[in-house]
């Protein structure tokens, strides 16, 4: 199982997709929004800097997991990889696991990075338990999207799996408020957005960063959406191993 999930892991890092498209552009979008309005005042007396390391952060993550997640599966479907690892001693549980926590390993690049550059560049401060918090809740947080890009690999074929993620990496990303804030737009998409994981999953790295807690409602629901997105990937995975 070690093994598999290192090779699985040497495979990801190696695609030039997965490094421009997931770890290299949020930091870029982060620089160019950060030169602009980094030292604007933000809610809580929070400068816009740190909102926007949160928003770049959980955009690079979602993107991470997702990529990480959908396509690779779809292709090993496909290709008949995932039939012959049920012929090995891995149970079935291992290998969902396995991909889960591969998927979950590659978003920490795009945290990291993010975290690093608003340091170093915008002089982004907090105390050492609020940057641990920030990054456990934003790693952690990002399991229902690993689900979703399984459950997507497993539903579609790897030339329809790739362009879905991406759409839905934006869709989400615009739902969440990862690019601006949702109450710019109105009622209507507030109270769409508000339905989704990815608003809820920002709002757990805004609240840790404004104020070093978590809000319930944010818990529950990412929580919610973890459990029953994970239930969709294990079943839609039984049922294309199955069929292969």
């Known amino acids: ?20 498209f997931v770890v290299l552009f949020p930091v870029a979008l982060y620089l160019i929004n950060a030169g602009i309005y980094g030292d604007q005042p933000g809610a809580a007396g929070v400068r816009q800097s ?6 770049m952060a959980g955009y690079g993550a979602l993107g991470a997991s997702m990529m990480s997640s959908a ?16 012929i090995t001693p891995l149970p079935g549980w291992a290998i969902v696991v396995t991909k889960l926590a591969i ?17 170093l560049q915008q002089g982004v401060s907090m105390p050492l338990g609020r940057w641990a918090a920030l990054a456990a809740v934003m790693w952690l947080g990002a399991i229902p999207f690993v689900a979703l890009g399984l459950a997507i690999g497993s539903l579609l074929s790897p030339e329809a799996a790739q362009p879905a993620a991406v759409l839905l990496v934006f869709a989400l ?41 978590l809000a ?3 818990v529950l629901t990412v929580t919610g959406w973890g459990i029953a997105l994970g239930g969709a990937a294990a079943y839609l995975y039984r049922r294309a191993t199955v069929r292969a």
Request: glycine share 10%.
């Open 1 to 20: 199982m070690l093994y598999y999930a290192w090779t699985e892991a040497l495979r990801t890092l190696r695609n030039r997709r997965y490094t421009i």
């Open 50 to 55: 740190v909102y926007l390391m949160v928003q």
């Open 71 to 86: 396509v690779p599966w779809a292709q090993e479907r496909r290709s008949g990889w995932l039939s012959h690892l049920r």
């Open 103 to 119: 998927a979950m390993l590659l978003v920490l690049p795009s945290l990291v990075l993010v975290f690093a550059v608003a340091v």
């Open 173 to 213: 990303s615009l739902l969440g408020g990862l690019w601006f804030p949702v109450e710019v737009m109105g009622g209507t998409f507030q109270a769409i957005a508000e339905l989704t994981p990815s608003y809820h999953y920002a709002g757990l790295g805004w609240s840790v960063v404004a104020s070093g807690g």
């Open 216 to 218: 319930l409602g944010d």
